[in-house]
């Protein structure tokens, strides 16, 4: 190779060595990335966080919703025991003036 070749390929090996990050750009960046990666985490477990107590809520909204459903029911079925109840009396009554006006 020629001297003049030589100098100009040392030109080039030169500028690439200087593009290279030292050592410091690459702890930069390493902290940089670590800082990312923990600020995603973060993120994350609050959203994690935030979606699990909404499932709690959501699950004693159902509960309560079912507690209200069953005291209702109770109540519905109270109301037909009662109405079964006049039935029968309204009926008896019915056979007994029916049996009144027979004799």
């Known amino acids: 190779m020629t001297k003049p070749r030589l100098c100009s390929t040392l030109r080039v090996v030169i500028e690439k060595v200087d ?22 985490e973060q993120r994350r477990a609050k959203a994690a966080e935030q979606h699990a107590t909404a499932v709690e809520q959501t699950a004693a909204a159902a509960e309560q919703r079912a507690a209200a459903a069953e005291e209702q029911a109770e109540m519905e079925l109270q109301r037909a025991e009662v109405a079964e109840r006049n039935c029968e009396n309204a009926h008896d009554e019915y056979r007994a003036a029916a049996e009144t006006v027979a004799t």
Do not use: F, M, N, S
Not at 19 to 40: F, I, N, S, Y
């Open 19 to 40: 593009d290279c990050p030292g050592p410091r750009d690459l702890e930069q960046r390493a902290k940089a990335a670590e800082q990312h990666v923990t600020a995603v």
